[in-house]
């Protein structure tokens, strides 16, 4: 059996890297055969265990449970980089019940490790794969039968996250053994995992009105595709690109991606960061972060991150706006949130935008008006795109004067 | 722009088919929100049998009809300085449009909160409507101003076919209808434009066989716009959503469609400038490449009921306080406690509403659904997974004998299928069934089914699932077919054991369901929602009770016999076993009411009010508290009553009334032996058991006669005979043997509802019925306090309803129909040992809660204690004139002659100091529904 437990490196090959922006990823073959269910187990490192069937790749998997209360969009959510490292648990008991159609795939690939679920259903015949295939594809197992609402209670009452799915021929105590003992969500360094290792570009869609430079922490298709909607042609970056090299393409905006894992571990993307808004406030192109990016800005103004107790993800929230009182559902995908700290402050940055459940900052905006962030998703995929305008306001502000304002004020 | 003080909210007036008990719980909720705030309300309602009549409830009540005139007045006198129009319905809305057409808002400076009236006829006008959407750029169904066949033709060429061709300016859209060909389409135009009085017609793109999926959006002033629910119908297209089976949260559209469609909802509210709540309603072609904006409703509905129960997100009560100013970023959320009302609810189970129709009551109905609504209530049922979900609501919907594995004989499947598939699947109410039965029998798959039917292959392949598991589950293990959702009594019918049987065999084996929170949050944060339902799953944390726990079983979905009064009976039950310091539990699975709001009570169990799932819930709070619960059945109208027997059955104790009580009153042959017992007078009756038995009862008493099966309600099976050709064709009717006999006494028929404390007793008021004895009570014109007989004879009436309840060791309520004959005699007919459907009307006319003061003796208080005096009340200041209110326009077939078997679906209240402006009140408000 193979075991998806370290994920190596992308090296893409070239044909790989275009269909990433275009065509289907893993959804561009036929459908894969799918494998008889088996009993497994689901484990946790402080004990709690639940048994279920294993469907979708004959995988064990280990990873850090996180649960979305999204209700639909698996093939949004399995393909989303963002997810990589962790074991997805949907708390709506019934998923698969549509086929997946390639064009809601938001990469090449499954970066989930596993998906935890209370039934996987076969959806109707038609075009499109199903949930089940999608998993076979990606080469990651679901648990099905799952309670997901009593692990869900149990990871919102502070059930530690690192957990196994493995057959239910491993022994249950040898099973909690070797989650405790798998690596940590926060150890690894997953952006290096799903992250473009050379430059791609995108074309603008309709007449080009400017250039972006997409600085890829894992990015998800959406957001090139929100960007390209715009107008804008964008140059997707590798993390470890130089400040040199961002400047060499002469953007108009450079935007900050979505990405993995724990950015307070992310020192050498911190100083690129870092380098970056510095060039932003001294009047370089402007910066729009998203979600990592965003958590980045404030690590880089020396600002801590905190890892929240529960993590947000779903597309239910609501952030408010604090300048203008206006409030948007948005889609979250975060296990991280900036701590308000006087760093921020001390750096010209204030909040922007507050989640209204938990006062979680959801957005930052500097004094120059050149650098914004938010921790949401405005491309949603899953989710809202009521919050769309982030993007409006971004590229109208970048557009509008290289100098000026930027982006606190609307077009 | 300064600070509403004084409200004027309209209420929905009586309940009829598309407009029930929904306006009462949106009215309650918003009424308690606005004295929660400091405002003072003033209701006007004309019916009598809901909560927000209570002044408890809305500060000043006005009982009186729905008319222009009437509010004019109200507002004069009450002089409001602002109206909220949107929690009444179309009747509410149509009103406040009214109002301000008569220049009467202005007039007294009265101010329209929430929706602006403007956005209300925006919403209304179907010209305007559609100018609105294509204006922000959402698809309406296409359409034309047609005045020649041929240019007519031509667009129906290019719209492709079906069409629906809709003459201008006819009576009900008569003349109108669905084109599936071209010729048809040229017929359809040709006459249409002949029988046009203007010569025009409308042709539109039919969406016949589209999904249809509801929104229910809340807006406030701040523009903040939040989509609180989306629901699936699984009929397709072309069936009133009231007449469809509705599933949430949305099962079968991918991601990027359901984002499109709620953001298209979103943008239409926002377009409208509504403030408060909104349905709106798409349709989606079959391959999801496509949809359409049907209409929206620019007010609190029956949906957004729905949503709200489904969700534990109360939208009548945040669209109140949106109406008053508040923005949802500065309320809390309503479930959590904390956060924000701005917050789109998750929900980590599926919910099945499944309508009730009253073709029961009507075999002569034409059963077929379209889309006119023809349902008078509807049941929930919410569990992890669609097909536990849909036993359940099937449970609910208490189908007497129509469970899950109902099959019609005459539908002839035993040895193949249908000749004609599409007619036998044209939708109706056995719809569901009939499908179940065709993939039972193997006749058709999902993909045939779902073909002629244009429902969803997913709901389909669901029902398949559920027939392979009905299949294999004799010898399935008992959690297995637990988990899969069957109930003990399908378990039992499976496997060919008695249904006790199978709960025996579930308790040895500790099988019993967990009780799972309503939270709004998926688990995402704590909440402290007192609203729970069942499921075979891991248990759950258990809320804290440190009190007794007192169940009231309430009365499921709305039906003619058994309406929105049994509600009202419930919610003021919980209310005052709150108010004596006990928790109060309710049972009840209809979505529209103020007893499943879980404000009501200290815990909410959404739940069929069947044997199995009471009995769960009595032993789950028995585990719960510590101690046995103490079970009401007096206020859930026949539905609790007929669950004594098992309950006691189950050692079960039955608070204020023994099953023994409820058989004597039951069985008319052991009712007979206690009058005489008392000396007192029954109708002269025999029983017959066959044809020839029910000529010699004729022989004995002379017609007319009287004729009803044991165990009835709403008079169901009961028939006045008054010739010889009643007698033969009753005889052709599927005849309920045996049946009670009895002559028809003339004279004045009573209603007299008595409280007991085990050893006195009190009758706050006397109903008279103003028909003749033999129209069914449900269906007559009566007055409180009667004004055809003396103070001497009501006395009498009043000590003989005494008396029965006293025989029977009655503690609570009792309601005794008797006839003050006019030979002199006083005839019992029945007695119920429950509360009764003029209970809200004697609470109403007398002022005197009288729910609370039976659940008091229920409860081991005395009459004293419990706030009454024995004997029969005097005669407060007002009179009283009740009068039914029907739906028949909706059911076409049904014919208008009143008779035994009870046809409103509602009724008015004219309340004033005389008998004569009384019932002029009631006739005004009657007339203000026709």
């Known amino acids: ?411 | 722009m300064s600070a509403p003080r004084r409200v004027l909210v309209i209420g929905s007036g009586p309940i009829v088919i598309g407009q029930a008990a929904e306006f009462d719980y949106a009215g309650v909720q918003a009424c308690l929100a606005l004295r929660a705030e400091g405002v003072a309300t003033i209701l006007v309602n004309s019916n009598p049998a809901t909560v927000m009549t209570d002044p408890d409830v809305a500060g000043t009540v006005v009982i009186g009809p729905l008319t222009v005139d009437n509010l004019g007045r109200i507002i004069a006198s009450h002089r409001p300085d602002s109206l909220l129009p949107t929690l009444g319905g179309q009747t509410g809305l149509n009103l406040a449009v009214a109002l301000d057409d008569a220049g009467i808002l202005d007039r007294y400076g009265v101010r329209v909160l929430g929706t602006p009236l403007a956005a209300v006829r925006a919403a209304e006008d179907r010209g305007g409507f559609r100018d609105l959407v294509t204006g922000i750029g959402e698809p309406v169904p296409e359409s034309a101003v047609i005045d020649s066949v041929e240019e007519g033709v031509r667009f129906a060429e290019a719209l492709g076919q079906p069409v629906v061709v809709r003459p201008a300016f006819t009576l009900g859209g008569g003349g109108g209808g669905f084109a599936f060909s071209l010729a048809e389409a040229r017929e359809r135009i040709a006459h249409g434009l002949r029988v046009s009085p203007i010569g025009q017609v409308l042709v539109e793109r039919s969406l016949l066989g589209w999904k249809e999926i509801e929104f229910e959006v809340l807006r406030d002033s701040a523009d903040t716009t939040i989509a609180i629910c989306g629901m699936e119908n699984m009929d397709p297209m072309g069936v009133h959503t009231g007449d469809s089976i509705v599933v949430a949260p949305i099962q079968t559209l991918p991601d990027p469609l359901v984002q499109s469609l709620r953001r298209c909802a979103l943008k239409i509210v926002r377009a409208l400038k509504l403030e408060g709540g909104c349905n709106v309603q798409l349709a989606v072609s079959p391959d999801h490449d496509d949809y359409r904006v049907i209409e929206v409703n620019p007010r609190v509905s029956r949906s957004s009921a729905l949503a709200s129960k489904a969700t534990g997100y109360p939208i009548a009560r945040v669209a109140a306080l949106i109406a008053l100013g508040r923005r949802l970023d500065q309320m809390p959320n309503p479930a959590t406690g904390g956060g924000s009302a701005a917050f789109e609810p998750a929900v980590d189970y599926v919910v099945v509403k499944l309508p009730r129709w009253p073709f029961d009551k009507f075999p002569a109905a034409d059963r077929h659904l379209g889309v006119q609504m023809k349902a008078t209530g509807e049941a929930m049922a919410i569990d992890r997974e669609f097909g536990p979900a849909l036993l359940k609501a099937i449970r609910s919907l208490e189908p007497r004998g129509r469970g899950w594995l109902w099959e019609d004989p005459e539908w002839g499947l035993a040895a193949r299928g249908p000749e004609d598939l599409v007619a036998f699947l044209a939708p109706s109410d056995t719809r569901l069934w009939r499908l179940v039965a065709l993939l039972r029998r193997g006749h058709a798959d999902a993909t045939l089914l779902s073909a002629v039917t244009g429902i969803a292959p997913w709901f389909l392949e669901r029902l398949v699932e559920l027939v392979e598991a009905e299949r294999a589950l004799d010898g399935m293990p008992l959690i297995e077919a637990k988990r899969a959702g069957f109930g003990d009594a399908e378990i039992a019918a499976l496997s060919a054991v008695p249904p006790a049987a199978v709960r025996r065999a579930r308790v040895r084996a500790r099988i019993a369901p967990s009780y799972r929170r309503v939270d709004t949050c998926a688990g995402e944060f704590p909440a402290e929602t007192p609203y729970f339902y069942s499921s075979y799953a891991l248990p759950e944390v258990p809320p804290p009770a440190e009190r007794r726990s007192v169940i009231v079983v309430g009365s499921g979905p709305i039906r003619i016999g058994q309406g929105i009064e049994f509600d009202y009976c419930s919610v003021r039950a919980a209310w005052a076993i709150r108010e004596m310091g006990l928790d109060a539990v309710v049972i009840n699975n209809n979505p529209e009411t103020v007893s499943t709001d879980y404000d009501a009570c200290s815990r909410l169990y959404f739940e069929p009010l069947d044997t199995e799932s009471v009995l769960d819930v009595i032993d789950h709070e028995r585990n719960l508290t510590g101690e046995p619960p103490i079970v009401l059945l007096t206020f859930g109208g026949q539905t609790a009553i007929d669950l004594a027997k098992d309950l006691a059955y189950a050692g079960v104790p039955i608070a204020g009334l023994g099953a023994e009580a409820i058989e004597t009153t039951e069985d008319r042959e052991r009712f007979a032996t206690l009058l005489d017992q008392l000396g007192l007078e029954g109708p002269r009756g025999q029983l017959a058991s066959d044809a020839l038995g029910l000529h010699a009862a004729i022989e004995a008493l002379g017609l007319p006669i009287i004729v009803r099966p044991s165990w009835v309600i709403g008079g169901r099976g009961i028939a006045v005979l008054r010739s010889p050709g009643d007698v033969e064709a009753y005889l052709r009717t599927e005849v309920g043997w045996p049946l009670r006999v009895d002559e028809l006494v003339r004279g004045v028929e009573l209603d007299v509802d008595a409280i007991a404390d085990g050893e006195r007793w009190c009758v706050p008021g006397i109903l008279e019925q103003i028909e003749p004895p033999g129209v069914h009570s449900g269906d007559s014109v009566a007055v409180l306090p009667p004004q055809r007989l003396p103070r001497a004879v009501q006395e009498e009436a009043a000590a003989v309803a005494g008396r029965i309840a006293l025989a029977l060791g009655l503690r609570g309520v009792l309601n005794v129909q008797m006839i003050a004959a006019d030979d002199g005699r006083l005839i019992v007919i029945e007695a119920n040992p429950r509360a009764s459907r003029t209970v809200p009307v004697v609470a109403k006319a007398t002022g005197r809660d009288v729910v609370a003061a039976a659940v008091r003796c229920a409860l081991g208080s005395t009459l004293n204690e419990a706030g009454l005096e024995s004997g029969l009340a005097a005669d407060g200041p007002m009179v009283a004139v009740k009068a039914p209110v029907d739906s028949l326009w909706r059911l076409p077939g049904v014919d208008l002659e009143l008779g035994p078997e009870m046809r409103s679906t509602g009724e008015v209240l004219g309340l004033a100091p005389g008998y004569q402006e009384a019932m002029a009140a009631a006739l005004e408000a009657v007339a203000a529904h026709r």
Not at chain 1, 240 to 260: F, I, K, N, W
């Open chain 1, 1 to 411: 059996m193979q075991t998806v437990s370290r994920i190596e490196p992308l090296t893409p090959a070239a044909h790989e890297r275009r269909a990433f922006f275009s065509s289907s990823g893993p959804m561009a073959t036929d459908a894969p055969l799918l494998h008889p269910p088996s009993p497994g187990v689901l484990a946790l490192e402080d004990g709690i265990v639940q048994g279920g069937m294993l469907r979708g790749a004959p995988a064990a998997a280990e990873g850090d449970l996180i649960f979305t209360t999204a209700a639909t969009g698996w093939g949004e959510i399995l393909t989303d980089p963002s997810y990589a490292g962790q074991i997805v648990v949907l708390t709506h008991p019934m998923a698969g019940n549509y086929r997946i159609n390639p064009d809601e795939l938001e990469s090449t690939r499954v970066h989930a490790r596993a998906l935890v679920v209370g039934r996987l259903v076969t959806p109707p015949a038609g075009p499109g794969w199903s949930l089940e295939e999608l998993l076979v594809a990606g080469g990651i197992p679901a648990i099905t039968g799952i309670d997901t609402r009593a692990l869900t209670l149990q990871l919102r009452r502070g059930a530690r996250r690192r957990a196994v799915i493995r057959t239910s021929e491993v022994p249950v105590l040898q099973a909690i053994a070797e989650a405790k003992a798998s690596p940590t969500w926060e150890s690894v360094d997953h952006v290096a995992t799903v992250a473009t290792p050379e430059p791609l570009y995108v074309p603008p869609k309709g007449p080009r009105r400017g250039r972006a430079v997409l600085v890829d922490f894992g990015v998800k298709r959406s957001l090139p595709r929100a960007l390209a909607a715009r107008g804008l042609e964008i140059t997707v970056l590798p993390p470890d690109v130089t400040g040199a090299a961002v400047a060499r393409e002469e953007p108009d905006l450079v935007v900050l991606s979505p990405g993995p894992g724990d950015p307070a571990r992310m020192e050498a993307q911190i100083a690129l960061v870092r380098e970056l808004a510095a060039g932003a406030v001294a009047g370089g192109p402007p910066i729009l972060g998203i979600c990592l990016g965003h958590q980045l800005l404030a690590l880089a103004a020396r600002a801590p991150t905190r890892r929240l107790a529960v993590g947000h993800h779903g597309g239910n929230h609501a952030v408010m706006e604090l300048d203008t009182g206006r409030v948007d559902i948005g889609a979250h995908n975060h296990e991280v949130a900036v701590l308000e700290d006087p760093a921020l402050a001390a750096a010209g940055y204030r909040v922007s935008h507050r989640d209204l459940n938990d006062g979680t900052v959801e957005g930052l905006v500097h004094a120059s008006g050149r650098i914004a962030s938010v921790q949401f998703h405005p491309e949603g995929a899953p989710g809202p795109i009521d919050a769309a305008r982030v993007f409006d306001l971004a590229t109208a502000g970048a557009l509008a004067d290289r100098q000026g304002a930027f982006p606190t004020a609307p077009a």
